[in-house]
T-cell receptor, first 111, second 114 residues
Framework: QKEVEQDPGPLSVPEGAIVSLNCTYSNSAFQYFMWYRQYSRKGPELLMYTYSSGNKEDGRFTAQVDKSSKYISLFIRDSQPSDSATYLCAMNNNAGNMLTFGGGTRLMVKP | DVKVTQSSRYLVKRTGEKVFLECVQDMDHENMFWYRQDPGLGLRLIYFSYDVKMKEKGDIPEGYSVSREKKERFSLILESASTNQTSMYLC?????????????FGPGTRLTVT
């Protein structure tokens, strides 16, 4: 079993929909949680960064961490075609500088 | 503006060739990483370096080596390329920190070995 699991999708939604992307993990030592967005043929770029449990909001994006369930989510409100990309979750346990990545979920937002 | 650059976007090499992939960052980051990304397997760490001339094996180091002679430059070497090394290679860098673990990625090199 992988340390971080993520449904690969593809997830196809109409423009304007609310999107929910999720990761589950097994290592309870993870404390820092990130979401990266990767457009086709590009490198990943950081979208959201949260520490421990709770919510963080940035514009149309909300990151949610539930450490008791070992579950993190990224919500996208009013989704746009420009949100079409692969979304990767990543985590760190504060014991080194490496990240553990999920496999990524491919999102397609149709106009 | 933060920048990580990779020497080539696309590369085609023959089996058995020695391949060099270069990565340069301009953020004075201590850490540098090499990953490969394959469909269904996600990002897998090949090697990382936390200082000049220092290197640590990642999850899949077999068939690869690295070199870090200068802080801003981290090279990935495929000693004898094989078809199973056809992949997207991503370089990243980050601070040597205790709470800021963000990694900054380059655009990637899509390597095809024939």
């Amino acid at each position: 079993q992988k340390e971080v699991e993520q449904d690969p999708g593809p997830l196809s939604v109409p423009e304007g929909a609310i999107v929910s992307l999720n990761c589950t993990y097994s290592n309870s030592a993870f404390q820092y949680f990130m979401w990266y967005r990767q457009y086709s043929r590009k490198g990943p770029e950081l979208l959201m960064y949260t520490y421990s449990s709770g919510n963080k909001e940035d514009g149309r994006f909300t990151a949610q961490v539930d450490k008791s369930s070992k579950y993190i989510s990224l919500f996208i409100r009013d989704s746009q075609p420009s949100d079409s990309a692969t979304y990767l979750c990543a985590m760190n346990n504060n014991a080194g500088n490496m990240l553990t990545f999920g496999g990524g979920t491919r999102l397609m937002v149709k106009p | 503006d933060v920048k990580v650059t990779q020497s080539s976007r696309y590369l085609v090499k023959r089996t058995g060739e020695k391949v060099f992939l270069e990565c340069v960052q301009d953020m004075d980051h201590e850490n540098m990483f090499w990953y490969r990304q394959d469909p269904g397997l996600g990002l897998r760490l090949i090697y990382f370096s936390y200082d000049v001339k220092m290197k640590e094996k990642g999850d899949i180091p077999e068939g690869y080596s690295v070199s870090r002679e200068k802080k801003e430059r981290f090279s990935l070497i495929l000693e004898s390329a094989s078809t199973n090394q056809t992949s997207m290679y991503l370089c990243a860098s980050s601070l040597l920190g205790t709470s800021d673990y963000e990694q900054y990625f380059g655009p990637g090199t899509r390597l095809t070995v024939t």
